[in-house]
């Protein structure tokens, strides 16, 4: 797969904050469009996911592709072209972009034959190339991020990009299986204000223009990894929070470019427009007329809490659900391109948390799920034509998180039983779910009583980081979830999915039980301990 060396994806900003500041200042004007489309999507606009596989214990290939077609996920990005998964990709209607892994440029750009070779086996058999052939392969994306990742090896892209375009013409495809390379925004300078943007100068002459030339003459698109993750780490302050997210502001404080006086309401689209501009600027043959593919972009969902503040559930949350609805419902294209005709498409980095991978604590915690395909966070997609619809938000049950440390877990289970007013009393001696009799076990059951009590809210199953959210219903054996309780009236034995019929929730005192084995005569003297102090803490929300 690709280096995917995403920290340099955000770069390019060096003049950054005080062009910003210029932007901010600048009171609430009409838009004026300066540049036309430049090509757009063919056909509707969609978002898709990239797959990296540093992942314990993933998929397999079918389970895989079970996985994508219960998430109705229909575009995936691949860094290399694994035959295994793209056979199993064929059972679930979705289609792949599949990559040439960086070290393997110097042969394929160096020999058109090897670059036939290559096509011959890893791209042909699923390409459609007759009635009984899948057609999985929806793009090749040639190398990733080469100028920062392996610059030694941009003298040989352009030969390796040409030479696969090539051995595909002559296969005469049917549908043909446009060749690009995913580069990194950091490839343009001066992106804020948009209108002043340009590409790096020592690349150019020498390289974005042939490619673009390259990419006009066979209907490719310019394939861009963007970030607003970083531009907002970089900014110093500058970019508010809520402008990387998507998230409305007020017109003052909009960014306003006073060259054209577009205004921009998001990092995303003005980063778009950035580059629309660099292209404008360099005024290669054919360049305006290529649309733009993002094949990277997405928001981490955990960090160092002191060098990577902004990588947190919610924030990802937000930008992603956000991001899926800008490109699936509001179609909007650009202040420069505007219109759904000229939405640029996008792929989320990425569908798993890559917990292998190497580097910044951000660096395992980008993806949607874990690699069980459990959900990291619940993404809020309603609406959004069915993409990642299953349970993700119709339903899912909060649990002790794996990696939370059990005092924690404790002290949160405490509080959901406690103050939070969580119906605890199927983990009391003797009842369905007291076995097993663990710490994790019981709070699991607490935490998912209270989040089911509270609808299921956003941040009703953080505690503290103790809790997560699953789409894997945990009920077991005799002991029913609530979860599972509102899902169905039958009652469980065995098999935790035979829940069916909405019922209401199962009524009963709460009874705080504070730490698991307890005899219930000293329970009943916490519960008086309770009551005298209880009033203090009742409204509190610390762990929520």
């Known amino acids: 797969m ?28 009409s838009p004026v469009s300066v540049l036309a489309a430049g090509g757009g999507n063919n056909g509707e606009p969609y978002v898709g996911v990239t797959i990296g596989t540093a992942v314990t214990n993933l998929l397999s290939p079918s389970d895989l592709a079970a996985f994508l077609r219960a998430q109705r996920i229909t575009r995936v990005r691949l860094y290399d072209a694994d035959p295994r998964i793209l056979s199993a990709l064929a059972s679930s209607g979705a289609r792949a972009i ?48 080469v100028p ?35 580069l990194p925004f950091s490839v343009v300078l001066d992106p804020f204000p948009p209108s002043q943007a340009f590409f790096n100068q020592s690349l150019a002459k020498s390289f974005v223009a042939p490619l673009l030339a390259h990419l006009a003459n066979t209907s490719a698109p310019l394939m861009l990894n963007l970030y607003p993750y970083y531009s907002l780490m970089q900014s110093n302050g500058v970019i508010p929070l809520d402008n990387a997210l998507f998230r409305p502001l007020p017109p003052s404080l909009e960014m306003v470019d006073p060259n054209t006086l577009l205004h921009y309401t998001n990092v995303f ?55 899926i609805k800008h490109v699936l419902e509001d179609k909007p294209g650009t202040p420069m391109a505007p219109g759904a005709a000229a939405q640029s498409s996008a792929y989320i980095y990425e569908l798993f948390n890559e917990d292998l991978r190497p580097g910044p604590v951000s660096e395992a915690n980008w993806g949607l799920f874990y690699g069980n395909g459990t959900p990291v966070y619940l993404l809020h997609v309603s609406g959004a034509g069915g993409f990642l619809g299953n349970d993700t938000t119709d339903r899912s049950f909060c649990v002790a998180a794996d990696d939370a440390d059990e005092k924690a877990v404790q002290a949160a289970m405490d509080w959901a039983c406690g103050p939070g007013r969580a119906d605890c009393t199927a983990i009391q001696p003797g009842q369905g779910c007291y076995m097993p009799n663990d710490v994790r076990s019981h709070a699991s059951y607490a935490f998912d009583a209270y989040y089911q009590s509270q609808g299921r809210a956003a941040g009703s199953c953080y505690f503290q980081g103790a809790g997560m959210v699953t789409t894997t219903d945990p009920s077991h054996d005799n002991c029913l979830f609530p979860g599972s309780k509102l899902l169905g009236n039958d009652t469980k034995s065995g098999s935790a999915s035979n829940a069916t019929t909405p019922t209401s929730d199962a009524e009963g005192s709460a009874i705080w039980r504070l730490r698991t084995g307890r005899e219930k005569g000293f329970l009943l003297f916490l519960q008086l301990l309770l009551s005298i102090t209880v009033v203090i803490v009742m409204d509190s929300n610390f762990w929520t």
């Not at 995403?6 to 600048?26: M, Y």
């Not at 036939?116 to 086996?121: L, T």
């Not at 390796?160 to 495809?173: D, K, P, T, V």
């Open 2 to 29: 690709g280096s995917r060396s995403r920290g340099g994806t955000g770069s390019g900003c060096g003049l950054l904050v005080s062009l910003l500041l210029s932007l901010l200042s600048l009171h609430h004007r």
């Open 269 to 323: 689209d003005a980063m778009l427009d950035a580059v629309r501009v660099a292209v404008r600027n360099l005024n290669a043959t054919g360049g305006a007329g290529v649309p733009i593919l993002v094949t990277e972009t997405g928001w981490p969902s955990y960090g160092d809490k002191r060098s990577e503040p902004y990588a947190t559930k919610d924030n990802a949350d937000a930008y992603n659900s956000n991001l």
């Open 148 to 182: 920062t990742a392996l610059p030694s090896a941009l003298p040989v892209l352009l030969p390796a990009i040409r030479s696969l375009a090539a051995a595909l013409a002559a296969a005469n495809l049917s549908s043909p299986i446009p060749v690009s390379t995913p």
């Open 98 to 145: 599949v990559g040439v892994p960086n070290d393997e440029l110097l042969a394929l750009g160096s020999s058109p034959s090897t670059a036939a070779a290559w096509v011959a086996r890893r791209v042909l058999p699923f390409a459609g190339v007759n009635s009984t052939t899948p057609d999985v392969i929806s793009a090749i994306a040639v190398g990733d991020e």
